[in-house]
């Protein structure tokens, strides 16, 4: 014969593990810093040999710059674009995609088309915005992630070259990718389109789907924001656990920390549009978020993905193995850069159209 318990009695069971999880939450947010002992962290063995180089290197060289005006970014901006334009002409190559700069309402763009687009995709038309903290990547510097969708995706891209410091601060990269943005709704049914970018790029597709809800604008029919800048006030367990184990961004409070900064000129960083995170994603299209276990920015990216589908939002997750920020842009030829890619191509091919 089942147990009766009185009302009363369950009453006070019940009252007694709502104290003991209100004194655990207060323990917890209490308790001191978890003591974790120097260790070794070797390359994991199920990479390709491509990534494992890339995870390998040493921690980059000058992380620890803190430039602290636009003028004094520029020389670092430029130095870091030449060494990095040297790499586009093979990528383009390797993939069989054209590029062409343009200028659309005034803003600088480039055009990316592949040598051959299969059917479903030629009334489709990409926005892609670039990465390096607001402050880096000008120019064909800020390509190798659009030759690699226009590549692996077999997509005509627009990516967007926008303005940064010291030529200009916040608003105007957010302005010159909602510029582009209005424009391409021009060219293609934004039923078949989609943003996407990386790191501050991934920040500013969020912010841009966030700019076209609150003006009216249509929305793209899919985003796929990698590893973004969410939250520039740095907020999230990562900053903390991945900290000189992201062999690109090193530290929080390392050089992108002072090219947001830069770039916001005084501006809230909390706010919305450069910390996306806690702006409101209801309405947001079908999400697709790519980050690393050793990224810095795995918990911005993790975040987003939660606060997405608690907003009712289909989003999708991929997390490289080993993989520090955005390591999945920067080798063309190894596997897991194409496995990106398809992935995100896949994502785009269930929504775009729909």
Known sequence: MPKIVHPRRALGWGGALAGLVAVSTV????????????????????????MGTIIGAPLRSNWNIHPKTGAEWKPVAEAGAAALGKLVPGMLERLKVKVERTTIDGVRAFVL???EIPPENRNRLLVHVHGGCYVLNPGEAGLPEAIFM?????????????RMPPEATYPAAHDDAMTVWRAATKMADPKNMAIFGTS???????????????EGLPLPAAIAPGTPMSDTTK????FVTNAMLDNVLVS?????????????????LKDPMLSPVYGDMHGFPPTILTTGTRDLLLSNTVRVHRKLRDAGVEAYLQVGEGQSHAHYIRDDTAPETRKVFEEIAWFFNRHLGR
Not at 29 to 50: I, N, R
Not at 252 to 268: E, I, L, M, Q
Request: with cysteine; hydrophobic share 40%; charged share 20%.
């Open 200 to 214: 501050a790029g991934g920040a500013l597709t969020l912010a841009m789907v966030l700019r076209a809800k609150q």
């Open 150 to 162: 226009a590549g692996f995706g077999r997509f005509k891209v627009i990516s967007v070259d926008y």
């Open 235 to 238: 907020v999230g367990d990562s």
């Open 113 to 115: 088309t592949p040598e």
């Open 27 to 50: 323990a917890a947010q209490e308790a001191p810093p978890l003591q974790v002992p120097a260790k070794s962290v070797p390359v994991p063995t199920d990479v390709s040999p491509q």
């Open 252 to 268: 929080p409070d390392g050089f992108c920390d002072d090219g947001a900064k830069v770039y916001a000129n005084g501006h809230d």
